[in-house]
């Protein structure tokens, strides 16, 4: 029989690809009755244009507590992650604690929740890279192993979690709250002056995004890549919002020294909101990117992505024809970006489910499992 409590969920967001996930759940949760919501931050990014912009323009509503955990090796972020998150649970005692993506935030509280026999709700579940020197690898490995909700965005998702023998009545096929965010903000951000205020034409620059460690950590791979980057600047404006650490390391590497003699054409601004971003990516002739989400975003915004890495953990975003892996050797860079940039016409297709309404899906079936 169903209980008249509701039931309390405790959401978790702590780095800047979270909060456009968190977003439309924690409006699907504060439109039922019969849920309990409450958010946590856990301090994972924390500068302004990394954090607090991103809850202002999805709306995201104010956490009930902020863990402040900031930067750290891996080891140390996760471990203060849980023993700030610990004691939260214990108070509040939830029926569900849910967590998104594949950051330390993610693996730290999903820990926590199942060392205390709360069951754990996995939004993003069973993407896979197979390249377990990446950390968000064994984040996603680890949260799905210990979780009670799967909730997957892609078919892929649904044959590794087979293939790694969980339970079929775990797993659910809901879609991507990443792209409900996109569908509710894609007409306000397609209003905003970005490119005006960048000095950009439509169609006539490529946008960029680069903060994988295993491309922006170490100056020889990233000169490597970065020569790439140089060239087609010259032939295109390539305008880059870094990432702080990313900017650190090229602070680092001296490309901002001598005026910027290394940067050859391409355009490094800060991060951009939200809203910016999208408007900066839908209207660009193409994407460079080594983000897990872009390659999803360009894909409903049918703008061809080149994705700078060997593997993808989405690679439905390849399969309906909008992605490209196209690694970090620079020449085989070149020849994609000439082929894309040349083509008069770009199509792809949709991938199931990516309709913006994967958050109401979600919300519905933890009503009628947990209530
Ligand atoms: C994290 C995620 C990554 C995600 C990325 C998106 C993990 C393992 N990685 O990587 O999957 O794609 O977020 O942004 O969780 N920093 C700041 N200000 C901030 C946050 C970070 O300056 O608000 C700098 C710090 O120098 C910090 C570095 O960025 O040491 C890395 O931050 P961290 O949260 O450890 O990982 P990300 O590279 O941001």
Same mark, same amino acid.
């Not at 020569?227 to 650490?245: E, S």
């Not at 970090?328 to 970006?337: F, S």
């Not at 040349?342 to 949709?350: H, S």
């Given at each position: ?38 958010? #946590? ?17 999805? %709306?995201?509503?104010?956490?009930? #507590? !902020? ?6 090796? =891996?080891? #140390?972020?996760?471990? @203060? ?22 950051v ?16 754990v709700?996995?939004?993003?579940? %069973? ?5 377990r020197?990446?950390?968000e @690898?064994? !984040?996603?490995?680890? $949260? ?5 909700? /799967?909730?997957?965005?892609e ?9 790694? &023998? ?15 965010? /996109?569908?509710? +903000? ?5 209003? &905003?002056? $970005?490119?005006?205020?960048? %000095? ?10 680069? =903060? ?10 990233f ?10 600047? *010259?032939?295109?404006? #390539? ?9 650190? !390391?090229? @602070?680092?590497f ?9 940067? &050859? ?10 809203? *910016?971003?999208?408007? /900066?990516?839908?209207?660009a002739?193409?994407? /460079?990117?080594?983000?897990? &989400? ?16 060997? !593997?993808?953990?989405?690679?439905v ?5 909008? +992605? ?17 940039a %040349? ?8 991938p ?9 899906r ?10």
């Open positions: 029989m169903a209980s008249d409590q509701p039931i309390r969920i405790i959401s978790v967001a702590g780095a800047r690809p979270n909060f456009m996930k968190i977003a439309p759940l924690a409006r699907a949760f504060a439109a039922r009755d019969a849920l309990a919501p409450m958010l #946590v931050h856990t301090g994972q990014h924390y500068d302004e244009r990394m954090s607090r912009l991103f809850f202002e323009e999805l %709306g995201i509503p104010r956490p009930d #507590v !902020n863990l402040e955990v900031g930067s750290a090796s =891996h080891a #140390v972020q996760t471990a @203060e992650i849980m023993k700030r998150f610990e004691p939260i649970v214990v108070d509040n005692r939830p029926d569900c604690v849910l967590v998104v993506g594949d330390n935030s993610t693996i730290a509280c999903a820990l926590v929740a199942a060392k205390l026999g709360v069951p709700a996995h939004v993003e579940a %069973g993407l896979r890279s197979f390249d020197t990446m950390p @690898e064994i !984040n996603r490995l680890l $949260t799905d192993a210990i979780s009670d909700f /799967l909730f997957v965005t078919p892929s998702g649904l044959a590794n979690l087979k293939a790694e &023998g969980v339970p079929d009545a775990k797993v659910h096929f809901v879609g991507n709250v990443m792209i409900d965010t /996109l569908l509710a +903000n894609l007409e306000k951000a397609r209003a &905003g002056r $970005t490119l005006e205020d960048l %000095g950009l034409e439509p169609r006539a620059y490529v946008a960029m995004t680069l =903060h994988r460690p295993a491309n922006v950590d170490d100056p020889a791979v000169e490597r890549l970065f020569g790439a980057i140089r060239q087609i600047a *010259d032939d295109l404006p #390539v305008v880059f919002p870094a990432h702080p650490r990313t900017r650190q !390391n090229m @602070e680092r001296g490309y901002f020294a001598e005026g910027g003699r290394r940067m &050859g054409n391409v355009r490094v601004i800060e991060p951009l909101g939200y809203l *910016d971003f999208l408007r /900066l990516m839908a209207e002739r193409l994407v /460079l990117t080594d983000s897990g &989400g872009i390659q999803e975003e360009t894909t409903i915004l049918k703008v061809p992505c080149l994705t700078l890495r060997e !593997n993808t953990e989405r690679p975003t390849v399969d309906v024809g909008c +992605n490209q892996i196209v690694g970090t050797d620079p020449d085989r860079i070149l020849a994609a970006y000439r082929k894309v %040349g083509a008069e016409t770009f199509t792809c297709g949709t199931e489910k990516w309709d913006g309404r994967a958050a109401e979600i919300a519905d079936i933890l009503v009628e499992r947990l209530g």
